[in-house]
């Protein structure tokens, strides 16, 4: 059975500050795995979409890097703002051909001015 | 539409009433997923939709969830004789083909309290 978590629950940082989110999952046979941001009592954004055969994606000052073997995925945010605050989340798909998702339990993340 | 979008976002009813929360997905997106949130949880899957059947209900807590899709568009999830467990902000997500490889897209969700 898949499970997803996150290192660390929650995090603060001086705004300015390189960061680096971590996701870890049990089961590498994964086909993809999605980054979402949640602001509070708003639903997720997708922020990256990595697929299994790719190392990394970028968008902006968000880069996601996925290894397979080792069942990990980082988030780099670069730079960190202030509206960067929330709650990030990543997830993969069971291996069904449902789609449906296993979601980590989250990074709560507060940077200060 | 441009995103999926959830009616209504906020929701508060007494314990025992039925709720009706419902869910547009991104127009052409043939797969549809209901998740739950309670406070301070991960999410929960609840059901999924590829077309109007629903193939996985696997994650709908008990049999007073249940949920619809009509038109291969709009979805409703019914909670009938709501508990105050059932409170939770319920998410919609739409993807297309459903595949493994596709991204989901979500709603902003409905906060549902039962009082």
């Known amino acids: 059975k898949q499970e997803v978590t996150q290192i660390p629950a929650a995090l603060s940082v001086p705004e300015g500050e390189n960061l680096v989110l971590n996701c870890s999952f049990t089961d590498s046979a994964i086909y993809n795995l999605q980054w979402f941001r949640q602001d509070p009592g708003k639903g997720l954004t997708s922020l990256l979409l990595?697929?299994?055969?790719?190392r990394e994606q970028t968008s902006g000052r968000l880069n996601a890097s996925l290894d397979k073997s080792s069942g990990r995925s980082t988030l780099y945010i670069a730079a960190s703002q202030p509206g960067d605050s929330a709650t990030y989340l990543c997830?993969?798909?069971?291996?069904?051909?449902?789609?449906?998702?296993?979601f980590g339990q989250g990074t709560t993340l507060q940077v200060k001015p | 539409g441009a995103g999926v979008s959830q009616s209504p976002s906020n929701k508060v009813t007494e314990k025992g009433k039925d709720v009706e929360l419902r869910c547009d997905p991104i127009?052409?997106?043939?797969?549809l997923y209901w998740y739950r949130q309670r406070l301070g949880q991960g999410l929960e899957f609840l059901i999924y939709?590829?077309?109007?059947?629903?193939?996985?209900k696997s994650g709908l807590p008990s049999d007073r969830f249940s949920a619809e899709r009509t038109g291969e568009s709009v979805s409703t999830l019914t909670i009938q004789r709501t508990q105050q467990e059932d409170s939770a902000v319920y998410l919609c997500?739409?993807?297309?083909?459903?595949?493994?490889?596709?991204?989901?897209?979500f709603g902003q969700g409905t906060r549902l309290t039962v009082v």
């Open positions: 997830a993969v798909p069971v291996l069904s051909n449902t789609g449906k998702l296993i």
């Open positions: 939709f590829q077309g109007n059947s629903a193939p996985d």
């Open positions: 990595i697929q299994s055969s790719q």
């Open positions: 997500a739409s993807s297309w083909g459903g595949a493994l490889s596709t991204e989901a897209f």
């Open positions: 127009s052409g997106h043939t797969a």
